[in-house]
């Protein structure tokens, strides 16, 4: 399995990356590192300066890719020794949701599209990616780092006075943070965990002007989640409607 992983992650999307990581660690090639602590999140009670950093954070989350891109992305994922170079297509229009095409030396590997309604809808399945993996974890990937969650409510503030948004737990415990500046202004972080125990936590590790955007967009996230680690960047914005190509590296 391990010469087969490698001969197709060399040149393999995002997606391939994240869930051949996650197969390698399920057949030994890998270990699943210790799960920490999730974030102690202290209530802050509903203040009225409180509530309103909350509205702020939840606009600044809302906000903060234009309605419509095209995004080509670069990524390290790193399992136990091994890191792979991995490159991914992500597309998202008005009404639509967001579609992502993996594409390899083979062609392409998965498409799915997850709609803004959260469901997620596997187009392509090959043999190179089950279609349960593209909806277990690629899925994920898009709804944490690229959509919104409709329900979040103020959950309170982290230690360092970060503005945390949070929806759950549900009835399995498992709860999805989104941490923001202190004054609401900037998202910087998200954390999904479960019974008090992290499983997955990214944080923004840049945001960048693109041509085209009137703001500065999240463009880089650097990923710890079950097996794997991943270092994502955005190489390429085209933003709908204006014509230009930004952020090409």
Partial sequence: MGSHCRSVGKRVGLAVAALSAVLWAGSGCATSPSRSAAWSVEAQGERVTELSVAVKAREALANRYPAGYRCVQRAVVTVGRRQFTCDGVLTARPGEGLH????????????????????????????????????????????????????????????????????????????????????????????????????????????????????ELPSAFEVSAEAYHLSLQAAEWRIDGSGEVGGRR
């Fill in 100 to 215: 992502l095409a993996v594409v390899s030396a083979l062609g392409v590997v998965t498409d799915l599209r997850l709609g803004e309604d959260g469901a997620c809808e596997v187009r392509k399945v090959t043999p190179l990616l089950r279609e349960q993996w593209s909806r277990d974890y690629v899925a994920r990937d898009l709804q944490v780092l690229f959509a919104t969650p409709r329900h979040l409510a103020y959950g309170g503030r982290l230690a360092d006075g970060s503005v945390v948004l949070q929806a759950g737990p549900d009835t399995t415990g498992l709860m999805l943070r989104y941490a923001f500046t202190p004054e609401g202004d900037r998202w910087e972080a998200v954390e999904m965990s479960r019974n008090g125990r992290r499983l997955y936590h990214a944080r923004v590790a840049r945001y960048r002007q693109v041509s085209g955007s009137a703001q």
